[in-house]
């Protein structure tokens, strides 16, 4: 990536890597949690780290980073995910703050569901999933503003993000009944 930076002068940067299991067969493992946190915070860390340097010189660039609705509140039926999709979120809003001085824009994208690989394999009901290609162009139209979020679909978002501020009394019976993500 940093050769091809050298190259072409990479202006933008979507990273995006996740990988997910659940807690349907009981606890997750040490091994799962560590797959999933190496793979969704470290693979867009990864990603972004070695062009940072390049940006700053060059006072331009934007990043964008695919968190998730799951890093708003950590759900038990997929602790690693939201943990690990949390970081990524607290990640790229630390991000944003440092490097405007550079005229580097950072964008955290928190979508909810999306049809894809990943969601294929779940067996529940997944509200307000959303085609690929109409996350994508959601995505698309609204980076050329430079928001410090974008998070979808919007009724989800508000969901997650109130259910987020209430204390655990609350929240933990409601979301004791989401179902198991295997």
């Given at each position: 990536?940093?050769?091809?930076?050298?190259?072409?002068?990479?202006?933008?940067?979507?990273?995006?890597?996740?990988?997910?299991?659940?807690?349907?067969?009981?606890?997750?493992?040490?091994?799962?949690?560590?797959?999933?946190?190496d793979?969704?915070l470290?693979?867009?860390?990864?990603?972004?780290?070695?062009?940072?340097?390049?940006?700053?010189k060059?006072?331009?660039?934007?990043?964008a980073?695919?968190?998730?609705?799951?890093?708003y509140?950590?759900?038990?039926?997929?602790?690693a995910?939201?943990?690990?999709?949390?970081?990524?979120?607290?990640?790229?809003?630390?991000l944003?703050?440092?490097l405007?001085?550079?005229?580097?824009?950072?964008?955290?994208?928190?979508?909810?569901?999306?049809?894809s690989a990943?969601?294929?394999?779940n067996?529940?009901?997944?509200?307000?999933?959303?085609?690929?290609?109409?996350a994508?162009?959601?995505?698309?139209?609204?980076?050329?503003k430079?928001?410090?979020?974008?998070?979808?679909?919007?009724?989800?978002y508000?969901?997650?993000?109130?259910?987020?501020?209430?204390?655990?009394?609350?929240?933990?019976?409601?979301?004791?009944?989401?179902p198991?993500?295997?």
């Amino acid at each position: 990536l940093l050769s091809m930076d050298e190259k072409y002068n990479i202006d933008v940067i979507i990273a995006n890597a996740g990988i997910s299991a659940g807690t349907a067969e009981g606890n997750e493992s040490y091994q799962q949690i560590k797959d999933i946190i190496d793979t969704n915070l470290y693979g867009v860390i990864n990603m972004i780290d070695p062009l940072i340097a390049n940006m700053q010189k060059r006072q331009k660039g934007k990043i964008a980073i695919i968190s998730s609705l799951a890093g708003y509140r950590g759900l038990p039926s997929c602790p690693a995910y939201s943990a690990s999709k949390g970081a990524v979120k607290i990640y790229g809003e630390a991000l944003r703050g440092l490097l405007a001085k550079n005229g580097i824009g950072v964008t955290v994208i928190t979508p909810g569901y999306i049809k894809s690989a990943m969601t294929d394999r779940n067996d529940f009901y997944m509200p307000f999933l959303l085609q690929t290609d109409k996350a994508v162009n959601i995505m698309i139209r609204k980076l050329s503003k430079n928001p410090a979020r974008i998070a979808f679909p919007k009724i989800l978002y508000f969901f997650v993000w109130f259910m987020s501020i209430l204390p655990p009394f609350i929240t933990d019976p409601i979301f004791a009944r989401l179902p198991k993500k295997g």
